[in-house]
């Protein structure tokens, strides 16, 4: 197979992480047979310094006719005071626009060779965690109007507004109810009905749709006692889905369940041009630049767009089962370390993983 990847390292850790994940997906090119050509483009702080903007049209232009794009992380301190429009971060949420990418699949597996590194309750680890947020992501209070800081009544006044149309909740429930009848068919809808409008629709629509799938249960949760359930008790979560925002929230914390945040890969889905792929955590500017940064997460990304954008069952395959025996046999980045185990930089357990695909 042929394919080409649009590459967007980004800042920070983004470069480190990126240019390992591309050397797992070389060397599985290279065992199955297959040629991944790639183009790096430029987003987020980057590209800001090079081009003056945080998303150049080259680089929309490119992911629009990649057949998959793959990202590190933007952002950093450099650029924390920069005017509001034209920050790192909306290089990202203005590619996930451009390429209409609504749905945000972050799958929270706990590898069992991992469980010491989970904070959560052993006899909970125990049972096997394995949690798939869908989030919503390009509606919400990410993007709705109005929204900017003004002056009114002689005070500062800064507000954003949360809006979903009936069809953006339908769309993104679909995700989530199709993700369930391949997994454990339970939803879990996450909201704050008892307070917010927006919510109440988002609950009436979601009925609406759970009504095509009656395989699945569903299930509602106010988004505070759904933060509280997830450290407490993941293992009753399926598929939990939820908006933009509160995904953004609850797949962090959801983290917790993967060991790390340098473990949870994400892909993002639209219906008319490729998916991106990338790692759920941002550039990590405290170890950037210091070869430390788990890069696991970047490469199950990439496992993740050869399953979800090729069909590469076998080759997504081969390299989870890389990365899982890579931790079998004790090999750790810092954010895993445990007590008898190998630390291990970012090259060498990319180097561990390559070996064992
Ligand atoms: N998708 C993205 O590009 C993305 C996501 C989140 C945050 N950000 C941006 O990143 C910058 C830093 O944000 P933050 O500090 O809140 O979140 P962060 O995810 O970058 O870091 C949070 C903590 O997790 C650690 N961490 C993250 N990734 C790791 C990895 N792969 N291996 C080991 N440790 C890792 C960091 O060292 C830090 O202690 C901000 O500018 C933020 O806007 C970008
Ligand atoms: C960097 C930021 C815009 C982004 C988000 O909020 O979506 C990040 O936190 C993420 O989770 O991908
Ligand atoms: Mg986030």
């Not at 939820?242 to 983290?255: M, R, V």
Request: aromatic content about 6%; charged content about 25%; some cysteine.
């Amino acid at each position: 197979m042929k394919k080409h990847i649009a590459v967007m390292a980004g800042d920070g850790i983004g470069p480190e992480i990126v240019g390992q994940a591309l050397r797992v997906l070389d060397a599985a090119a290279r065992k199955f047979n297959h040629e991944f050509s790639t183009e790096h483009v430029l987003i987020g702080g980057i590209a800001i310094d090079e081009t003056g903007s945080p998303l150049p049209e080259a680089t929309v232009e490119a992911c629009r006719k990649a057949d998959a794009v793959l990202l590190g992380a933007v952002g950093g301190p450099k650029w924390d005071t920069i005017a509001p429009e034209i920050r790192p971060e909306k290089g990202l949420l203005g590619i996930r626009k451009a390429l209409g990418l609504f749905a945000n699949l972050r799958p929270a597996r706990l590898f069992p060779e991992l469980s010491g590194a989970c904070l959560l309750r052993k006899d909970i680890v125990d049972k096997g965690l394995d949690v798939m947020v869908v989030r919503e992501l390009t509606g919400g209070i990410y993007f709705g109007k109005p929204a900017g800081v003004e002056v009114r009544g002689g005070k500062r006044t800064g507000f954003n507004t949360m809006i979903y149309d009936e069809d953006e909740i339908r769309r993104i429930a679909h995700i989530a109810f199709k993700a369930a009848m391949k997994r454990r068919k339970k939803v879990c809808s996450v909201d704050k009905a008892n307070v917010l409008d927006v919510s109440r629709l988002w609950r009436e629509v979601v009925i609406e749709v759970s009504k095509e799938y009656p395989e699945v249960s569903l299930s509602h949760m106010y988004v505070d006692n759904a933060a509280m359930q997830l450290v407490r008790d993941p293992s009753q979560f399926d598929v939990i889905v939820t908006s933009n925002l509160f995904g953004d929230i609850l797949s962090d914390e959801a983290a917790v369940i993967t060991g790390s945040i340098g473990m949870l890969a994400s892909a993002s889905l639209g219906s008319e041009y490729a998916g991106l792929y990338e790692p759920i955590h941002g550039s990590a500017p405290d170890i950037a630049g210091q070869n430390k940064a788990n890069p696991l997460a970047t490469i199950l990304s990439v496992s993740m767009m050869l399953l979800h954008e090729f069909d590469l069952e076998k080759e997504a395959l081969c390299i989870e089962n890389a990365v899982r025996k890579t931790l079998q046999d004790g090999f750790r980045t810092g954010d895993i370390m445990e007590e008898g185990k190998t630390l291990c930089n970012t090259i060498e357990i990319t180097d561990k993983v390559i070996e064992r695909l």
